[in-house]
């Protein structure tokens, strides 16, 4: 059984980093594409970035592009997220997720970690 366990999370002031681990077990990691999403209350699920599983690829939303570099160690089965320049409305629950091709839509990913929270004050 797949599955993915995130850990990083925690409370940061505005302007703050924190960086997210995502670390995969049950399948070989190391052919998978990964991303990160994350969800606010009341709000739906969104795409924060996503790696190719050679790592060769990287996709940004927008909204975090410049600020956040998703990375993967596939020795250790495991794919970060450094989140530099928090802002207050990056405050969500941040999801990994695992799948054969890396793309925005949370539709390609077939395995989910439970979360990990941020919250950044201001």
């Known amino acids: 059984q797949v599955q993915l366990v995130e850990s990083g999370g925690g409370l940061v002031q505005a302007g703050g980093s924190l960086r997210l681990s995502c670390t995969a077990s049950g399948r070989i990691f190391s052919s998978d594409a990964m991303g990160w999403f994350r969800q606010a209350p009341g709000k739906e699920r969104e795409f924060v970035a996503a790696?190719?599983?050679?790592?060769?690829?990287?996709y940004y939303a927008d909204s975090v592009k410049g600020r956040f570099t998703i990375s993967r160690d596939n020795a250790k089965n495991t794919v970060y997220l450094q989140m530099n320049s928090l802002k207050p409305e990056d405050t969500a629950v941040y999801y990994c997720a695992a799948g054969p091709i890396a793309g925005t839509d949370y539709a390609l990913y077939n395995y989910w970690g439970q979360g990990t929270q941020v919250t950044v004050s201001s």
């Open positions: 790696i190719s599983w050679s790592g060769g690829r990287t």
